[in-house]
């Protein structure tokens, strides 16, 4: 009997070992959403506003770690081995918070309003398109609404970006959705601005 386990044994560690040699390996690439470029303002605690960046709602097959392209009208594909190395909704408020508190320096631009003596306005955002397109762009697209701190509604706006890619692949994918979130933060400073 022990030899037959022995055998056994072998047998698995043989099969074990053709498996693992035949089995492909992965390349598995993972991204963050590029950074703010232009230098932070430094706004004081008692600034005249404070912005709170709230949920981020993202579209079920955008909900993910996968980066999502867009093969046709119809077809959504999720990459298997390129990968957002974080939460996507948390990149996109964080890379707002950043890229708004450079475009609006006298407004405290924060994720979380706890502490603060100032009333506060909401801004949420859901987003329904975040991914590559086949005709080569970088699509985003959503609805977002600003609310008073009482939680009256300011504004509510729909917005389409699109950033054509400057070379294929993963990487300028990205960099090209980062490039839509500065878009989308001009877009919203100059709202909430005219809104003040």
């Given amino acids: 009997m022990f030899i037959t386990f022995n055998k056994s044994f072998v047998g698995f560690l043989l099969v074990f070992s053709l498996v693992a040699c035949a089995t492909k390996p992965v390349n598995t ?8 470029t232009q230098t932070t303002s430094q706004v004081s605690a008692d600034a005249e506003q404070v912005l709170v960046i709230g949920s981020i709602g993202l579209t079920e097959f955008l909900d993910s770690d996968r980066i999502v392209q867009q093969l046709d009208d119809i077809t959504l594909h999720q990459a298997r081995d390129n990968l957002w190395a974080e939460n996507l909704a948390q990149q996109i408020r964080r890379g707002l918070r950043s890229r ?6 006298n407004i405290l631009v924060v994720s979380d309003s706890r502490g603060l003596k100032q009333d506060a306005w909401n801004l949420q955002l859901d987003i329904e398109q975040f991914q590559g397109h086949f005709n080569g762009n970088a699509l985003t697209s959503g609805q977002w609404q600003l609310q008073d701190s009482q939680g009256n509604l300011i504004a ?3 917005f389409n970006i699109e950033t054509t890619l400057i070379t294929d692949g993963y990487p300028a994918l990205v960099r090209a959705l980062g490039n839509n979130l500065d878009k989308l933060a001009e877009q919203l400073a ?3 601005h005219s809104a003040k």
């Fill in 29 to 36: 690439q993972r991204y963050t959403l590029p950074d703010n």
């Fill in 190 to 192: 100059s709202q909430i």
């Fill in 100 to 105: 708004l508190s450079s475009k609006l320096p």
């Fill in 156 to 158: 509510i706006k729909s």
